[in-house]
């Protein structure tokens, strides 16, 4: 009889996990006063509750300036162009990471070029980032991925040596702190998303941050149809409509009064995770960075080893997890298996004149390509918002996915 609840075993966590996004009569009181207040819009921009979760926000993390827009792709989109970058331009990002960090790139004209990431971190690698850059490198965007940081010590420094624009992909980093530093707090700017499956979430929704008076102004401006932002200014700027609706900055603002507790929770059951899940034979664990000093994680990557799970992969695994009632996905894909990222495949002009940074046969990310496709699982946040069972339940169900695994092969 099979063990595996994929297979029609018992399944080690029939009840699941915490529903996300979590929410209470607070949240319905917040959007039910801003409807009744009757200014639902972001305009004139910013709304007074987008204003103050903007700014709420940027204390929380530690910057001066935040500016609140409709999804934390445009605010990549924005911070980018907000710095003049555009065509011709590179933009230096990690081989792994969702599409919107390198689609950014794209949509302000510049060409995304990527670089393979730490093996021990998953985010990008520092001294890959220092190889690739040329005369057109105007920007590299790390992604503090899963529940690590990016190297913030030698990225900070590469990006000071080259004079190139540090924007951070902080859509995994709510709360995450370096060395006592906000995620987000290191460049020109630091970009969030407030999507639904994210730890500060209003279902969608995009956070900016910047220190940096006149860069906020032009975000202002960008995501407001070009109005003029700066006393001084007369015109308006080329720009588009990214502002967020009042009900949205409602609902982030009761999102932020929880987040703390919420924080502190993952943190203290992730490390229980990594205590107990580290003798799991075929299962490798990557601690926190050390030089994190808040752990704030979104979700946690693990890699398994396809060997001790008779040969299976990331995704069946995954499968195999998500019948035991343990929230797990496969994650990214390497950047190279994109067609949009390739120009024999997509229709990009910017590609036809720096082709051979977009080779195909030039594009080889060895831990990209291995994690993407074979070894990463990025437990569920709410794994992590059970209490001890929650744990002891996911650590189980690994295991138990670990002994069982020839049954997986027999599909
Ligand atoms: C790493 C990363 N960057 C950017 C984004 C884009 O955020 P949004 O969905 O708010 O556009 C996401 C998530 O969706 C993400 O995971």
Redesign the pocket.
């Known amino acids: 009889m099979a063990e595996l609840a994929l297979r029609g075993g018992t399944p080690v966590r029939p009840q699941g996990y915490p529903e996300w996004p979590a929410h209470d009569e607070r949240d319905v009181e917040a959007v039910a006063a801003a409807v009744r207040g009757g200014r639902w819009g972001g305009f004139p921009e910013p709304g007074p509750l987008a204003g103050e979760f903007a700014a709420r926000f940027a204390a929380y993390q530690g910057s001066r300036h935040g500016v609140v827009m409709s ?4 605010t ?1 989109e924005v911070a980018l162009k907000a710095l003049g970058i555009g065509w011709g331009d590179e933009v230096i990002v990690p081989a792994l ?2 599409a ?2 390198p689609y950014a790139a794209m949509a302000a004209g510049a060409l995304p070029v990527f670089c393979d990431v730490d093996p021990d971190t998953l985010t990008i690698d520092p001294a890959r980032v220092e190889a690739a850059v040329t005369p057109r490198t105007r920007a590299v965007m790390p ?1 503090h ?1 899963g529940h690590q940081m990016a190297d913030m010590d030698r990225l900070t420094e590469v990006a000071r040596r080259h004079s190139l624009a540090l924007v951070e ?1 902080c ?2 980093a709510h709360g995450q702190r370096w060395r006592d530093r906000g995620a987000g707090c290191f460049g020109e700017f630091g ?1 969030f ?3 639904s ?2 730890t500060l979430t209003a279902g ?3 956070s900016l941050l910047t220190d940096d008076e006149q860069l906020a102004r032009r975000a202002h401006s960008l995501i407001d149809c070009g109005r003029p932002k700066d006393p001084d200014e007369k015109d308006h700027t080329f720009g588009s409509n990214y502002r967020l609706g009042e009900l949205h900055a409602a609902l982030l603002l009761v999102a932020l009064e929880r987040f703390p507790g919420q924080q502190a929770e993952r943190a203290a059951a992730g490390r229980r995770f990594q205590e107990l899940a580290r003798g799991i034979p075929g299962v490798r664990l990557l601690p926190p960075d050390p030089r994190i000093s808040r752990w704030s994680f979104y979700r946690y990557v693990l890699l398994v080893e396809p060997e001790a799970f008779a040969g299976a992969g990331n995704l069946a695994v995954c499968e195999a997890l998500e019948a035991e009632g343990v929230g797990a996905w496969e994650g990214y894909p390497p950047m190279s298996r994109y067609d949009l990222f390739q120009p024999a495949l997509s229709r990009l002009p910017v590609a036809v004149e720096h082709a051979d940074r977009l080779d195909p046969a030039a594009m080889s990310f060895p831990v990209a390509e291995r994690v993407g496709l074979r070894q990463g699982v990025y437990l569920d946040e709410n794994v992590f918002r059970a209490g001890e069972r929650g744990v002891t339940d996911a650590v189980e169900a690994l295991a138990k996915v670990q002994r069982h695994a020839h049954e997986l092969a027999a599909d």
């Open positions: 999804n934390g792709t445009v990549m990471t969702f919107a960090t992604v991925l992909d859509a995994h970009s998303s407030h999507q499956s994210k969608e929704g995009g």
